[in-house]
């Protein structure tokens, strides 16, 4: 190295813009709490073409439509796994085929338009059926979990999120683990019980409800975030535990 280098003079910053707060009460069964909107995003888990149940389109539009008017970030949080899947063990390869009883991940899809949730194919897309705005994230995935072995936690902090609001499917497997996951990053959750589902007994969906109340967070309805954000609550059936496809 020449000895008579110059020395460049830096500025450098790390000083980050803090938001203000902006407080709301949200409803719950128990009461409320108080959440800030500024740090505060909407998670949709698995809301992609390969599974879209479509029974939920309307309310996540709805419900995705009121954050992003009210400012808080909507990432979409799909599956979108190697198209080698080298990265899979072979246990969870055999589970998600269901021990042969559909096709598993990376394989052709019955659709003909690609494999099985594959980063960058139409599986791995979000539903056709839902709106999503350019501003959006869409985060991949490729455990039950979105937290695991990915950016998502990287993005949320970047976007100084403390407040994770959840919807999307299936409520006991790939939402229940992100938001457990959530939980132990140190993120507050919030379960969206109208705007989740899963083809699972009734049983199971009121385990992971008291399960969420009791350790993980809390359960309350898109209505009372939408009516917390200033906007009237949508008008729409009530859905059922099996109101999947």
């Not at 190295?1 to 128990?30: G, Y």
């Not at 390969?50 to 992003?68: E, G, H, K, V, Y």
């Not at 409800?209 to 359960?219: E, I, K, N, S």
Request: glycine fraction near 8%; charged fraction near 20%; include cysteine.
């Amino acid at each position: 190295m020449s000895s008579d280098r110059r020395r460049v003079e830096q500025k450098l910053s790390f000083v980050r813009p803090r938001k203000k707060q902006r407080l709301a009460t949200i409803a719950i069964e128990q009461g409320v709490i108080e959440v800030d909107l500024a740090r505060t995003a909407l998670l949709v888990i698995d809301m992609q073409n390969d599974f879209a149940a479509r029974a939920l389109a309307p309310r996540i539009n709805r419900l995705t439509s009121a954050c992003r008017t009210a400012g808080l970030p909507v990432l979409w949080v799909n599956w979108g796994v190697r198209a080698d899947c080298a990265n899979l063990s072979p246990g969870l390869l055999e589970k998600g085929r269901l021990h042969g009883g559909r096709p598993g991940y990376g394989e052709p899809s019955p659709s003909g338009r690609g494999g099985i949730v594959v980063r960058d194919q139409w599986g791995a897309a979000v539903s056709d059926e839902l709106t999503v705005g350019p501003d959006d994230l869409l985060v991949h995935k490729h455990r039950f979990s979105g937290f695991w072995d990915n950016e998502l936690d990287s993005v949320l902090r970047n976007r100084d999120v403390t407040t994770l609001v959840f919807a999307g499917i299936n409520t006991d497997r790939c939402v229940f683990a992100t938001l457990t996951d959530a939980s132990f990053l140190g993120y507050d959750c919030v379960l969206l019980s109208d705007v989740v589902a899963t083809p699972s007994p009734a049983y199971v969906t009121d385990a992971v409800h008291y399960l969420v109340d009791l350790l993980y967070g809390v359960v309350a309805t898109s209505d009372a975030l939408i009516s917390a954000l200033g906007e009237p609550a949508p008008n729409l059936r009530p859905l059922t535990h099996r109101s999947l496809p």
